[in-house]
């Protein structure tokens, strides 16, 4: 931490959201919304910080450790995938709050840190009125940010779920909505469909900070050298600069660090969301530049000797991966299994886990993301605002007569676009 002692107090004392304050009034750390980690991005320009995906709470841990040694804001999420009702992993939208902070507590961390719900995913208007029940929930459990996906559904069906669920979001939190499934390079988003869910948002006075594009990439492990399209995104970045949002880059993990340093410089992205390497790292697997874990002669993963969590307990958690029929990224469901297992492990082999997961994300924020003393820049918007809620730098440019549900619909019969293949396409 580079601001002064007295700086960091007050926004301490103004910057964390009232769900925070309810749930931990006598917390030290620096939990905050969303957009807190935006604007800091954005201050500083050509800079992203990683959105960790915390599968398991040793991952958590390192993540943190690497924001407070690079001084960087940083993003703690999960998936409703993987942490919603029907989880796979013992991190989930109800308790990350309370694993973030009572880390954040023991490790004196001092960054700005906000705790996302990614994906909350809307597959069908039948999953709208049962969201509007849940998704009060988790921002009563501490969730600081969110990002609705519906971008399952066409295009006007995927708009109208976002005005739907609007309501129930706090006016203070972070917010990211998506256009266009993760499915590598079929069904890329275009620069029409992401102008027409961020007009209609705005015409409503909605101003997400960030939106999800299919820019090429895909979630979990990458299979081809495809990668993220930089000059689409860009493209797309550019046509949305009136409305002032900007972007969130999911499925890094397959991406080299050059590719996603271009990302950062050359578009307007401030939110990197980063799962599968981090899982891969937290267990001793090796992984190469562009987090994919290695693979040898069989199609098995690598366990480097001395990483990561005992050769033992690997070998177990390969015997009940083969044992489900698991392979590859299917091995993600071994987190909810072996949690306990993991922490069940001697002190020495918990600390080199998080201390793995530490290095790989420190050298992303620092010589990767740009993200070095964003933390300084996010405590700077808190005491500038005077507030937990920094407020927005959009303003509404349409006119809402013209985005009736009606109209929504029609405009939508006029995009082009290519949806690409159905299928399971899950981060």
């Avoid at 029907?86 to 705790?115: H, K, M, Q, S």
Wanted: proline share 3%.
């Amino acid at each position: 931490m580079t601001v002064s002692q007295t700086d960091f107090s007050r926004a301490q004392e103004i910057g964390r959201p009232p769900n925070h304050v309810r749930l931990f009034p006598n917390s030290k750390a620096l939990i905050v919304s969303g957009k807190v980690i935006d604007a800091a991005m954005s201050k500083k320009g050509k800079a992203m910080t990683m959105a960790a995906n915390g599968r398991n709470s040793l991952v958590i841990r390192g993540a943190l450790q690497a924001a407070q040694r690079a001084n960087s804001c940083l993003i703690i999420e999960i998936a409703r995938s993987e942490g919603g009702a029907t989880a796979y992993c013992p991190v989930n939208y109800w308790n990350i709050a309370r694993i973030v902070d009572a880390f954040c507590n023991e490790l004196g961390i001092t960054v700005p840190v906000a705790i996302h719900a990614d994906h909350y995913g809307i597959k069908t208007e039948a999953d709208i009125e049962p969201a509007k029940m849940e998704i009060p929930t988790i921002f009563e459990a501490g969730i600081t940010s969110i990002a609705i996906d519906a971008s399952h559904m066409y295009d006007d069906k995927n708009l109208l779920a976002n005005l739907a669920l609007n309501p129930f979001i706090p006016n203070w939190a972070g917010l990211e909505t998506e256009v266009g499934e993760i499915k590598g390079s079929q069904g890329l988003s275009s620069a029409d469909e992401a102008l027409f869910i961020i007009k209609g948002l705005n015409s409503h006075g909605i101003f997400p900070n960030w939106i999800a594009l299919n820019n090429g990439t895909t979630h979990g492990i990458e299979a081809s050298s495809q990668g993220i399209q930089v000059d689409l995104t860009a493209q797309i970045h550019k046509a949305l600069e009136p409305y002032r949002v900007n972007g969130a880059q999911h499925g890094t993990s397959g991406n080299s660090s050059e590719r996603l340093r271009q990302i950062a410089d050359q578009t307007n992205t401030t939110k990197a969301n980063v799962a599968t390497a981090l899982q891969m790292i937290s267990w001793g697997l090796e992984v190469n530049d562009y987090g994919n874990a290695a693979l040898d002669d069989n199609g098995n993963f690598i366990k480097v000797k001395g990483e990561g969590v005992t050769e033992e307990m690997w070998e177990e958690m390969v015997a009940y991966a083969d044992k489900q029929g698991w392979k590859g990224g299917n091995y993600k469901k071994l987190n909810l299994v072996f949690e306990n297992k993991l922490l069940g492990q001697p002190a020495e082999i918990r600390k080199r886990m998080a201390d793995r997961v530490e290095k790989f994300v420190y050298h992303l924020l620092v010589d990767v993301f740009n993200a070095q003393d964003t933390a300084d820049l996010g405590i700077a918007a808190i005491l500038a605002a005077g507030s937990h809620d920094i407020g927005t730098t959009a303003t509404q440019l349409e006119d809402p007569a013209e985005w009736t549900e009606q109209k929504i619909i029609k405009r939508a019969k006029g995009l082009d676009t290519d949806k690409g293949p159905k299928g399971d396409f899950d981060d």
